[in-house]
C-alpha cells in the first residue's frame, strides 16, 4: 500500500468508530474485523450494512399534516413582522414556532452480514493479528492466524454489479468452518434460504422521528407510506454445505470461500413514491448477485480497482516527509498529540492521510451511474448524509439527514477543486427533486413563484420548516436553503467540470427558481432598500435589547442578503449567456440588485449578522454564517470588508465542532492567514479519546471527524480546506480570473507536490514546493483561457491553450517564468 493511503491497525474495531468503511455510493459496509463469541470457537466478523435508499417514511411524510392556508400563512407572517418591526423580538420568536411543519424523515441502518470462522484445534485467540483499508484500492483486509493456521479476509463494495465481495483464505490443511446469517434492526418480513442463497425480506419504518422529538419509530401497515427492501447473500466455496441456522448459510473444509452480498428497496428515485414490494427487491438483488458470480470474484476486483482508481487517482496530494512506519492508525494519532507543538509537527504525514481518506469517502458515499437492477432502472444516486453513507442507529444524530444550511453543502466543498465532480452528480438530482417539493412549500408558506427548501431535508425531497410549533426559530425557521443548494450548480460551471447543455437544463432552472422565490420573499424598507422579514442566520440567536434573554428572528440576515444577491448575480449571467437577457426573473433581479443592502462592519469591528447589528448572545458560536461571503462565496473583500471577516472569527474563537473547525479552516485560507490555519489544524488533529465536552471536535479512532459526535462533513470541509490554502481560483482582476499558488500555506507542510487541483476557470494544476515556497507549476486547461497566475507578489498573465500544460518555473529573481516548448502561449510578467 502506498504511503498515506492506507488505515492499519492491529486489533479488531471495539466499537463501530473504530471499523472500517467501505462503500459503492449506493452500498455502505462498516468492517469490524471479528471478535471471540463466548462459547463459540474462532470469530465472527460483522459487517454493517447501509443501503443509500434505506431512508423512513415516503412522499406522503410531507403531506402529513398541519398544512397552511395562504390566509394562516400570511396570518403569521404578518404578525412576525409586525413584532419585529415595533422592536418586539420575543413576540416574534414565539410566532415564528407557528409556522412549523413536522420533521423530515431518517436514513436507517440495514443489515448486518456476520462471518464466523474457525478452524478445528483452535483453543486461543488469534495472534498476529491486522487489518487495513487500502484507500487506494478500496480494499479491507483482515489477517491472523488461529490454531497456528494464516486466515484471510478481503472485502470491497464492487460499484458494477452493487455487491459487497468478501473472500476468506485459509492454508489450514483441514479447512475451515464458516457460517454466515443476515440479520436487521428494521422489521424482518421474511427469511428464505436455498441452494447456497440466503435472503432476508424487510419492511422500513413511515417514520422516524429525531431523538430531540423522542426517536419514536413507528411502522404502517399502509405499504404506501414506506419502503421496503431485502439483504440477500450467496457464495462459492470448495468444501462441504452443512446446516445452518437463522436462515443462514455454512460449510466444513473450506479452504476458499467467496460471498457475494447485496441489498435493494423499492426507491424508485429521489422525491419519487416508491415502487414494488420486498420480494421484488429480493428477486432484483439475486438478480444481481448472479450477474456478480458470473463475473466472478478476480473479475469483480478489477474492474472494482479500475473505476474506483479513475476517481481516486484524478488528483493527489504528497508530502515530503518520511514514511509512516507503524502499524495502528490510532495509535499514531495519539502519539501525534503527545507533541507540545501539534499533532501535524510531530506526524504531518497525517494531513495527506486525512486528505487523501475524506476524498475517498465521498467516493464511497455519493455515486451515480449504477446499473439498475430491474429493466430500464438506473441507480440516480443519493447524496452523502450527515454521516456519508454510513450508520448503525435508528435513532441516528440529527436523523443522519440533509442538513441545508451548511452540512449538506460543506459535503460537496472539496469535489470541485479535487477532481470529483462526478460525485456532485447526486446531490445536483437531489437539487432537482426539491424544485418540485419545494415550489409546493413556496406556494403554501410565502404565496410565491419559484422553489424554497428549509433546514432539514431527506429523499423524499422534504421541503418545509420542521419542529411540530415548538422548537426554536434559530434552526427551524430558514426558508434559503433553495439559494445556497444552487451555488453547487454554479461551482460546477465555474471550474469547467460541466457537460454539455448543463447549464441550460440543470443550472438555469434552479437557479431562476431560487431567484424568483427570493423575489417575492423581499420586502420594500422605509429607505427603499429591500430586505427580508422575518430573518434568521442559522443556527444563531441575539441578546435582546435590555439584555432580557435571546431571540432568532429579526431583519435581514447578512446570510440572506449574500444568499440573495449571489443568486441574482448567477441568474442574471446565466441569462446573458444562453441568450435571454429578457427573462422577466432575470431583469427583475437586476433591478432588485443595487437596492439590497451590503455587507456592513458593526459593533467591535466585525460584521454584522443581521442589518441592525444586535449584540451577540453566544460570542464563540460553532455557525459563522454572516461569513458566506468570503467562503463558500466569493464577495471582493475590500480591506473594511476583509478586516470585519477577520474581526469576526477572531471572536468567535478557533474552538468548536469537527464541521465548523474546517469551515474556520477555509476562511483563514480565504483571508490568506496560513498561521491560523495551523492553529485549526492543532484542534481539527485532536484525539477524539481525550475528555473533552461541548462541541470540541476531533478525530475517533477510524479517523472520522467528531461534531461530536460523528458528522462527516468535517473529514469532507477539511479536504476542501487543505486545497485552498494550495491553489484559489476565485478572484478576478480586471475581468480576468486569477490562480493564486500556495495563498495559506501552513508551516506543518513544508514541501510536497500536487497533482491536478482543479482551478477557474477550468484548469489543472501541478504544483511541487520546497521550504515554503513554490518551486515549480504546471497548468492544463480544457479549453482556451487567460488567467493571472499569482505566487505571493509574484504575477504572470497567461494565455492557456488546450492541449499544450503551460510549465511555470521561478526565475533567477524569484519572479514567475513561462517554460515550455510551445509558442503558442503568451506570459507577460507583472508585479503587484
Not at 513544508?750 to 515554503?772: I, T
Amino acid at each position: 500500500m502506498r504511503t498515506e493511503h492506507s488505515l492499519t491497525y492491529d486489533s479488531p474495531a471495539a466499537d463501530w468508530l473504530a471499523a472500517l468503511p467501505l462503500g459503492n455510493g449506493r452500498l455502505g459496509a462498516m468492517v469490524f474485523g471479528g471478535a471471540p463469541v463466548p462459547g463459540q470457537p474462532g470469530l465472527e466478523h460483522r459487517f454493517q450494512l447501509n443501503d443509500g435508499s434505506a431512508w423512513s417514511g415516503s412522499p406522503h411524510s410531507q403531506d402529513l399534516g398541519p398544512a397552511f392556508s395562504r390566509e394562516s400563512a400570511d396570518a403569521i407572517l404578518a404578525a412576525a413582522r409586525g413584532q419585529i418591526s415595533a422592536g418586539d423580538f420575543g413576540a416574534a420568536h414565539e410566532t415564528m414556532k407557528q409556522l412549523q411543519h413536522r420533521n423530515s424523515q431518517a436514513y436507517l441502518p440495514f443489515a448486518d452480514f456476520f462471518l464466523a470462522v474457525a478452524v478445528a484445534g483452535d483453543s486461543g485467540g488469534p495472534a498476529g493479528y491486522g487489518r487495513s483499508l487500502d484507500l487506494a484500492r478500496a480494499v479491507n483486509s483482515t489477517r491472523y492466524q488461529q490454531a497456528g493456521h494464516n486466515i484471510r479476509i478481503e472485502a470491497f463494495a464492487a460499484h458494477h454489479p452493487s455487491v459487497l465481495v468478501v473472500t476468506v483464505e485459509s492454508g489450514a490443511p483441514q479447512g475451515m468452518d464458516l457460517a454466515l446469517r443476515l440479520d436487521s434492526p428494521l422489521r424482518i418480513l421474511r427469511r428464505t434460504a436455498a441452494a447456497g442463497t440466503a435472503a432476508m425480506e424487510l419492511k422500513l419504518p413511515s417514520g422516524v422521528a429525531p431523538s430531540h422529538d423522542g426517536g419514536a419509530v413507528d411502522y404502517s401497515d399502509d405499504d404506501s407510506l414506506s419502503l421496503q427492501g431485502a439483504a440477500v447473500m450467496s457464495w462459492e466455496h470448495d468444501g462441504t454445505d452443512a446446516a445452518a441456522d437463522d436462515g443462514g448459510l455454512a460449510a466444513t473444509g473450506v479452504h476458499r470461500a467467496t460471498v457475494f452480498i447485496t441489498t435493494e428497496t423499492t426507491f424508485h428515485g429521489l422525491g419519487r413514491q416508491p415502487q414494488g414490494t420486498a420480494a421484488g427487491a429480493a428477486d432484483a438483488a439475486r438478480a444481481l448477485l448472479a450477474s456478480a458470480a458470473a463475473t466472478g470474484p478476480a473479475g469483480l476486483l478489477e474492474r472494482h480497482e479500475a473505476s474506483h482508481a479513475a476517481l481516486y487517482d484524478s488528483c493527489s496530494l504528497t508530502l515530503d516527509v518520511p514514511p509512516w512506519q507503524g502499524t495502528n492508525t490510532a495509535e499514531r494519532l495519539l502519539a501525534a498529540n503527545r507533541n507540545p507543538a501539534g499533532p501535524l509537527a510531530a506526524d504531518p504525514g497525517l494531513a495527506a492521510l486525512l486528505f487523501n481518506y475524506g476524498r475517498y469517502l465521498l467516493i464511497c458515499s455519493s455515486r451515480a451511474g449504477h446499473p439498475g437492477s430491474r429493466p430500464g432502472t438506473a441507480w440516480q444516486g443519493t447524496p452523502a448524509n450527515l454521516q456519508g453513507i454510513w450508520n448503525a442507529e435508528l435513532t441516528a444524530p440529527w436523523s443522519s439527514n440533509f442538513t441545508t444550511n451548511i452540512n449538506l453543502q460543506m459535503n460537496y466543498w472539496a469535489a470541485e477543486p479535487t477532481g470529483l465532480a462526478a460525485c456532485a452528480e447526486p446531490l445536483f438530482a437531489l437539487i432537482e427533486a426539491l424544485q418540485v417539493t419545494g415550489a409546493r412549500t413556496a406556494r403554501e408558506y410565502y404565496g410565491a413563484d419559484g422553489w424554497a427548501v428549509h433546514h432539514n431535508s431527506d429523499i423524499w425531497g422534504y421541503s418545509k420548516p420542521v419542529g411540530h410549533g415548538r422548537h426554536s426559530p434559530e434552526w427551524s425557521y430558514w426558508p434559503m436553503a433553495g439559494l445556497w443548494l444552487v451555488r453547487h450548480l454554479w461551482e460546477h460551471l465555474q471550474f469547467g467540470a460541466a457537460g454539455p447543455g448543463f447549464a441550460r437544463d440543470a443550472a438555469w432552472p434552479a437557479v431562476r427558481g431560487a431567484a424568483a422565490f427570493a423575489l417575492d420573499l423581499l420586502l420594500e424598507n422605509p429607505d427603499g432598500t429591500l430586505g427580508t422579514i422575518p430573518s434568521t442566520s442559522p443556527e444563531n440567536s441575539f441578546t435582546l435589547p435590555g439584555g432580557g434573554g435571546r431571540a432568532a428572528v429579526a431583519e435581514s440576515s447578512t446570510l440572506d442578503l449574500t444568499l440573495i444577491r449571489d443568486t441574482f448575480l448567477m441568474v442574471d449571467a446565466l441569462a446573458a449567456g444562453l441568450g435571454q437577457p429578457d427573462d422577466a426573473v432575470a431583469a427583475a433581479a437586476r433591478r432588485a440588485l443595487p437596492r439590497l443592502p451590503e455587507p456592513a462592519p458593526g459593533r467591535n469591528g466585525r460584521l454584522r449578522e443581521w442589518l441592525a447589528d444586535p449584540e451577540e448572545w453566544e460570542q464563540d458560536h460553532r455557525h459563522v454564517s454572516h461569513l458566506y461571503l468570503a467562503y463558500p462565496g466569493d464577495t471582493p473583500l475590500a480591506p473594511e470588508l476583509e478586516a470585519a471577516v477577520k474581526a469576526s472569527l477572531d471572536g468567535r474563537g478557533d474552538e468548536s465542532t469537527g464541521w465548523s473547525l474546517a469551515w474556520k479552516i477555509l476562511l483563514r485560507a480565504r483571508l490568506r492567514q496560513p498561521e491560523k490555519v495551523s492553529d485549526l489544524f492543532r484542534l481539527y488533529f485532536r484525539d477524539m479519546a481525550a475528555e473533552r465536552s461541548g462541541h470540541s471536535g476531533g478525530l475517533y479512532p477510524n479517523l472520522f471527524g467528531a461534531h461530536p459526535p460523528f458528522q462527516i462533513d468535517g473529514n469532507f470541509g477539511f479536504v476542501a480546506g487543505v486545497a485552498e490554502c494550495l491553489v484559489q481560483s476565485h478572484r478576478t482582476a480586471a475581468g480576468v480570473q486569477e490562480i493564486e499558488l500556495l495563498p495559506a500555506l501552513p508551516a506543518e507542510l513544508p514541501a510536497g507536490k500536487a497533482n491536478r487541483l482543479r482551478a477557474r476557470p477550468g484548469v489543472e494544476v501541478d504544483l511541487e514546493w520546497r521550504d515554503g515556497r513554490l518551486v515549480g507549476a504546471t497548468l492544463a486547461a480544457q479549453r482556451e483561457a487567460t488567467v493571472q497566475l499569482r505566487s505571493g507578489d509574484k504575477i504572470l498573465a497567461l494565455r492557456l491553450l488546450p492541449g499544450e500544460p503551460a510549465a511555470i518555473t521561478l526565475g533567477a529573481g524569484g519572479g514567475l517564468v513561462l517554460n515550455t516548448a510551445s509558442s503558442r502561449h503568451d506570459a507577460a510578467p507583472q508585479t503587484t
